[in-house]
Every structure is written in structure tokens, then in C-alpha cells.
């Protein structure tokens, strides 16, 4: 059975709440948890503390975080405070490049707001940024912590070879998007944090390729609705299933059975990320957040026998803020 292989993989440590009571935990965790700030409190002083450039440009930051991307909001939250708005700016203009390509309706305009974001990087590092909220946070960010222009260039550039609707044509092809885009901006995020680590370095590759598998596998039924399937085809050849199969939502073990190789490369990569883990830097554990989602839909996908189209995938974890906290406390990735 592909769940019995996939669970057979130990880690190198419990992860998520499994193990948790080995160590106490903080008391009453859910006061913790209520205690993050809110958008109101942000909206109270965002206006004293943004500085020059757009009015509430950081809260417009956080809006689109919280709208589009749920979980690097939460995870933004649980930065040290001196490098929360940095890191959201950093979030929102991942944002802002991954809509491009579900917002247009031809390549050519999406071009031109890659285009657009390339201009204004550049302008950014000359002291002149566009007036747009998340370039005038992002140009700060850059200020700040003396961010490396070349991994926000390399973000946009695969984003931009990513605008045509072709599947990948490997796994490998797959993990290349997910270094240049996630694993650049895990990059960004440690410098942020001030870190200067080969090892830290070397676990941000690894996660950001399990970002970017785990999200191909995540945006599937999505894809599948506008008639689209963008899952590595050597994979797919290698067990009989052609793009069809997805469309219709086949259920077929062949289907499964190419979810399970494509969920279990995530898994290890994130196995190979938690190796490292007794020589990163413990401030570093802040940009590596994002594994709790991670670990958590791999888990749900193998109680469901790798079927991608189940309903429960779709549904919110509403115990992710709590998750979230508890191994930000424990400092564990």
C-alpha cells in the first residue's frame, strides 16, 4: 500500500503535535495564540511607523497576505517584531508575482507586469521605487537588510518562464521552479533574520522544494476545474496516467500511486531540510514556519490514500495558528 511506504520513512524527530508532551508546553497555549497581533491593532500604528513613502503600505502588505495567503500571514505574525514587516513585504511580493498568471487573460500582459516588478527591483536598489504599496514595503525591506538584488530577479524570472499553461515535464523540472522562486525567497527571509549560515542555507533549498511540490499537488483540483494539469509528466508516463485521468478526477490506483511519488519527494526533501537541523542557527527556525502547513497536508493526503481530490484537503486547518505557535516556542523546523 502506498500509505504503509510512505509512513515507513521515519523523521529525524516528532514533528507537528505528535511528541509534543515530551516537553511542557507554554500554559495555556490558546492565550498565546489570541495575543498575536490583529490587522486592527497594525491599522492603529502602521501610520507612525511606516515612514516615508504610501500611507498604511505595510497593512495593505498584511491584507494581502491574510486574503491570499493565509498561512505566511500566521507565519509572519511569529517573526521577531524588528523583522515582521520585512518579511511580510517579502511575502506579498511573492503574492503579488504568483497572481500574475491567474489574473490575465493573455501571456502578453502578463509579461508586462513582470516587466513591470523587474523595473521596479532595479529601481528599487537606485533609491526610487514605484509608488505601489508592496514595492514601496519591499524597497524598504531592501534598505533595511541589504537584500540581494539577484534572488528577487530570479523569482520573477521563473515566474515569467512560468506564464505559459505547460505541464512539467519532470520532477526535476518541477523542483528547479520550486528553488528558484520558494527557495529564493527562504533566502531573502534568512537574510532578513540577519543569517549568515551554510547549513540554514542548505535547509532552505530542501524546504523550498517541498513548498513547491506541495503546492503543484495542492493547486491540482484547482487546475483541474479550468481544464489544467501542470503535474510532472515523467511521472505521470511512468504509471500509465495521462492528463485526462486528473480532468476527470479519476480515482484509479495508477492515479494515486503518482500522487504518492510526487507527495513522497516533498516528504523527503523535507527529511534531508531536518537533517541540518542540530546546525542551523536557531534564528533561523522563524523562516522555516511554513513546514508545519507542509507536513500537515502530507499527512492528510496519506490518510486518504493519496486521493488529491478528496474533499477533506480542501478544508482549513483551524488548529494551524496553534501548530504554528507551539513549534515557534519548541524552536524545531
Not at 527571509?189 to 499537488?217: F, N, P, R, W
Not at 485526462?244 to 519527494?265: G, H, M
Not at 486518504?304 to 501548530?323: A, W
Request: hydrophobic fraction near 40%; proline fraction near 6%; charged fraction near 25%.
Amino acid at each position: 500500500m502506498a500509505t504503509s511506504m510512505l509512513g515507513s520513512v521515519p523523521g529525524p524527530r516528532p514533528f507537528g503535535l505528535a511528541g509534543l508532551f515530551r516537553r511542557r508546553p507554554p500554559r495555556d497555549p490558546w492565550e498565546r495564540v489570541r495575543r498575536l497581533p490583529r490587522l486592527s491593532a497594525v491599522r492603529r500604528s502602521v501610520a507612525a511607523a511606516s515612514g516615508p513613502g504610501i500611507p498604511d503600505s505595510h497593512l495593505y502588505c498584511l491584507e494581502l497576505l491574510r486574503k491570499r495567503d493565509y498561512e505566511s500571514y500566521l507565519c509572519s505574525l511569529l517573526f521577531p517584531a524588528e523583522c515582521q514587516r520585512s518579511a511580510s513585504a517579502l511575502r506579498a511580493f511573492n503574492v503579488e508575482l504568483a497572481q500574475v498568471k491567474d489574473s490575465v487573460s493573455e501571456k502578453t500582459i502578463g509579461l508586462m507586469r513582470m516587466q513591470f516588478w523587474r523595473k521596479a527591483v532595479e529601481d528599487m536598489f537606485c533609491d526610487n521605487p514605484p509608488h505601489q504599496p508592496v514595492a514601496m514595503e519591499l524597497w524598504k525591506a531592501v534598505k533595511r537588510h541589504n537584500l540581494t538584488k539577484r534572488w528577487l530577479l530570479r523569482i520573477i524570472d521563473e515566474r515569467e518562464k512560468n506564464l505559459d499553461d505547460k505541464a512539467y515535464r519532470s520532477i526535476r523540472e518541477l523542483e528547479t521552479y520550486a528553488e528558484n522562486t520558494q527557495s529564493s525567497l527562504l533566502y531573502l527571509t534568512l537574510e532578513v533574520l540577519g543569517v549568515k549560515d551554510v547549513h540554514a542555507d542548505h535547509a532552505a533549498s530542501h524546504i523550498g522544494k517541498a513548498q513547491g511540490i506541495v503546492t503543484c499537488l495542492r493547486a491540482t483540483p484547482y487546475h483541474s476545474s479550468r481544464r489544467q494539469v501542470f503535474l510532472p509528466m515523467d511521472v505521470c508516463v511512468q504509471h500509465g496516467v495521462s492528463q485526462e485521468d486528473f480532468l476527470r478526477r479519476n480515482q484509479d490506483k495508477n492515479v494515486r500511486d503518482v500522487v504518492y511519488d510526487i507527495a513522497s519527494q516533498a516528504h523527503l526533501h523535507l527529511k534531508h531540510a531536518r537533517s541540518f537541523h542540530s546546525r542551523v542557527p536557531a534564528e533561523a527556525f522563524p523562516a522555516f514556519l511554513q513546514t508545519v502547513s507542509l507536513e500537515d497536508y502530507l499527512k492528510k493526503i496519506q490518510r486518504v490514500d493519496f486521493d488529491i481530490f478528496h474533499p477533506s484537503l480542501q478544508q482549513k486547518n483551524t488548529l494551524l495558528p496553534l501548530s504554528l505557535y507551539i513549534q515557534s516556542w519548541r524552536k524545531r523546523y
